[in-house]
């Protein structure tokens, strides 16, 4: 007889999963949104309307022809609202537990909070709705959603996810290299960096490498270059101790990301997944940045 799921996990698109992913098979995923400028108008975009590789076109023609980025905007709270009524509903889910892309850089998490809230209000009952902020993103994100969909169908109860999952956090580590600084300028995101990003910007000398570190992304070492950067954060895997998980996330750069792989891989044996970040994140990273996301023992 198989354990009753009491709890359903949500996550939200920052994960670089879409639905019908078989990876996400067990979690239920919120889209993100994006504003894209069509013929002089910004129009709001869920990401699931944009197919997979679409978005970088969608980009590469913004920045030609306005100088404009695509703008994000976290999730919908409709959306959250109708997903987490549709699992007590239809699923018959007793407890939900939803996490989100880091909250230093998103406003999904706020988002989802007002969903839930709508959602009660909407019942006028007080549903166990749990939002987390995972203080990731991309693998990091998925990894934790993962472990917590894994949890539930164990049958474990909503406080019993939150407590497990709040000890994985602090074990997710992401190093990410950017090719370019200009979509991290555009949107806003250099003055949001820890360890005066702006400044280093200014010096053609260095080439910074980044860390998400308690959500936020800061200054973790420098470089003279994004190839010997990439070489470095290779040296740094092999400093990190003991893994049990290893990936790498790109945007728009699959080359590149192989050849991080394979430097990694001297120091990880067990397989290493590659994905392409998805265009929320790729908006403020630009193209051909690559990350690698690490989860400690």
């Not at 109708?82 to 239809?90: A, E, G, P, R, S």
């Not at 998925?142 to 956090?169: C, R, T």
């Not at 003279?224 to 003991?242: F, L, P, T, W, Y």
Request: charged letters at 25%; a positive charge; one cysteine or more.
């Amino acid at each position: 007889m198989s354990t009753k799921q009491r709890v359903r996990v949500v996550t939200d698109m920052g994960c670089s999963f879409r639905p019908g992913d078989p990876e996400v098979q067990d979690i239920s995923l919120i889209p993100l949104q994006l504003s894209i400028l069509e013929g002089g108008e910004w129009k709001t975009k869920q990401e699931t309307e944009i197919r997979p590789g679409q978005f970088y076109n969608i980009m590469q023609r913004m920045i030609a022809e306005n100088g404009q980025l695509p703008k994000t905007s976290g999730l919908s709270p409709g959306i959250a609202r109708d997903t987490y009524l549709n699992l007590f509903k239809d699923q018959q889910a007793e407890e939900i537990f939803s996490i989100h892309v880091t909250k230093a850089h998103s406003q999904a998490m706020s988002s989802a909070l007002i969903g839930a809230q709508e959602a009660k209000i909407s019942t006028g009952e007080d549903l166990p709705i749990a939002v987390m902020d995972s203080k990731s993103l991309s693998l990091g994100q998925y990894w934790i959603a993962k472990h917590a969909a894994w949890l539930a169908q164990k049958g474990a109860d909503l406080k019993s996810i939150i407590d497990e999952i709040a000890e994985i956090i602090p074990k997710i580590e992401v190093l990410v290299v950017l090719e370019t600084f200009e979509n991290l300028k555009k949107g806003g995101r250099a003055e949001q960096v820890k360890g005066r990003l702006a400044s280093v910007l200014s010096s053609i000398s260095i080439h910074p490498i980044l860390a998400v570190k308690d959500g936020r992304l800061n200054i973790f070492s420098r470089a003279r270059n994004a190839s010997k950067a990439r070489n470095k954060i290779a040296q740094m895997v092999g400093d990190m101790g003991e893994m049990i998980k290893m990936g790498v996330i790109h945007t728009n750069a699959p080359a590149l990301a192989e050849e991080v792989k394979t430097s990694i891989g001297n120091f990880f044996k067990d397989k290493i997944p590659v994905v392409d970040a998805g265009p929320a994140l790729a908006t403020h990273a630009g193209e051909k940045a690559v990350a690698v996301v690490a989860q400690k023992k």
